[in-house]
């Protein structure tokens, strides 16, 4: 792809838009740099621009000279100035797309509702222990056309979002992954199968030759597999699988070509990834697939930091362990969580309302949950869905909410923070949530 004194238009000016217009005027590309915001609410993201960006802010035009609009994550695609662009002629892409359009490197793509970030970054790490030349990044970290700077490099390991798959035209994992599909981002995507289908789009460009891993326990994951013409491999927490990784008798077990080998018993992972199976089963399908042994798969698993905030263990205390799992602002995080555990759980949910619809979680809670502590706006919408049907209780702040919690958890209990909202009515944010919910734990 030629960019010598191409017109280009970035939309957005994040990292990910930054990222993008730094490459392309390193490449001879005549760069136009726009947002919607002011400047002074910009300040601090611009500075590490390139010269000879031209910036336009608190602007909603595409510039007429434009050969080619790369659009930020973060910018609706189906906007109305990207529509009458689109009405134009120009052509409207992704960063995702771009930087693939710059890269021979096999690409490992990760995608799915929830997970998304822990099962990359443990991809990266077990490839790592392997002694492969890893770049993690794309939605978690670092934007993938920012990570062509490390080639050379054996993989690149991306989690990629549906923000990013709207706007791809040839972009093809060798790899790709979905873990999970619930409801997410309606007031983008406006309807499930919209969203559904963007998931299933990762797989769109995919060949006979590469391969598609997919979540055997998410009928929503397995319909957007259908129409894929990729190499199929599955992971399993509920039932033994033919081809990918699953569970048998607590231990981990690989079937490839009708040779099914034991990995580890879960128990001799560390506490912090006994809660992590499942994220643990599709990262081991992507990595023996790559010939990753199970000495290298052990090493990683049980050195492997986790994220924060996302089914984070974070002590002990008189036989209770207390998990962080602030990062879980939807439905769909919050009923993955609950499935993690095979022990009662005394859960701390609720948050700023998302429009969420909680009726599902009614027969998951009455088998996973001893008792439910409600913090924030969404109590009365938990209490009506609930109907008294159920042991819970109101909480006025963190502290008050992690003091009745551990008044009803009983020893080999879990107290579990997932609260299936977003933090935004009591919390500068679910780190702030997550951190306080720690603090707390940390001081008893």
Not at 118 to 128: A, N, P, Q, S
Not at 321 to 340: C, P, Q, R, W, Y
Request: net charge neutral; charged share 25%.
């Amino acid at each position: 792809m030629l960019l010598e004194n191409k017109n280009m238009t970035v939309v957005g000016m994040g990292a990910t838009g930054i990222a993008t217009a730094n490459f392309l005027v390193s490449r001879g590309a005549l760069v136009t740099l726009i947002d919607s915001k002011s400047q002074a609410q910009l300040k601090n993201t611009t500075h590490s621009l390139m010269p000879k960006i031209k910036t336009l802010f608190e602007c909603s035009e595409i510039p007429i000279s434009s050969d080619l609009i790369i659009v930020s994550p973060g910018v609706d695609i189906n906007s109305l100035f990207l529509k009458d662009a689109q009405k134009r002629g120009l052509s409207i892409i992704s960063e995702i797309e771009l930087a693939s359009r710059f890269t021979q490197t096999p690409i490992i793509a990760v995608t799915g509702t929830n997970g998304k970030s822990t099962v990359t970054t443990l991809i990266g790490d077990i490839l790592k222990q392997a002694g492969k030349r890893v770049a993690v990044g794309g939605n978690l970290g670092t934007p993938f056309i920012a990570l062509l700077e490390e080639e050379p490099v054996d993989y690149f390991v991306l989690e990629i979002s549906t923000f990013q798959i709207e706007g791809i035209k040839t972009f093809r994992p060798n790899i790709a992954i979905i873990l999970n599909i619930t409801p997410d981002h309606l007031d983008r995507h406006k309807t499930f199968e919209a969203y559904s289908n963007l998931k299933g789009a990762i797989s769109s460009f995919q060949t006979k030759e590469d391969i598609l891993i997919l979540n055997q326990d998410d009928k929503n994951v397995l319909k957007q597999g259908e129409h894929s013409v990729a190499k199929k491999y599955y992971f399993s927490l509920v039932e033994k699988v033919s081809n990918g990784v699953s569970l048998e008798n607590n231990s981990i077990i690989t079937c490839f070509d009708e040779i099914t080998k034991k990995i580890f018993p879960i128990e001799d992972l560390k506490p912090s990834m006994q809660f992590q199976v499942e994220h643990l089963l599709s990262a081991i399908t992507v990595t023996t697939l790559l010939n990753a042994t199970q000495d290298e798969i052990s090493n990683a698993a049980n050195n492997f930091k986790g994220l924060g905030h996302r089914i984070e263990w974070v002590r002990t205390v008189n036989g209770i362990d207390f998990i962080n799992d602030s990062k879980g602002t939807n439905v769909g995080a919050l009923e993955k969580a609950l499935k993690n555990f095979s022990r009662p759980i005394v859960l701390i949910a609720g948050g700023k309302d998302k429009g969420s619809d909680f009726h599902a979680l009614k027969e998951l809670f009455k088998k996973k949950v001893r008792h439910l502590v409600l913090i924030g706006e969404t109590k009365s919408k938990f209490r009506q869905f609930l109907n008294g049907s159920f042991s819970y209780e109101d909480a006025g702040n963190m502290e008050d909410a992690v003091a009745r919690a551990i008044k009803k958890a009983r020893t080999g209990d879990i107290v579990l923070l997932s609260p299936g909202c977003s933090s935004f009515d009591m919390f500068e944010d679910f780190i702030e949530r997550g951190n306080q919910f720690k603090e707390i734990v940390g001081s008893l």
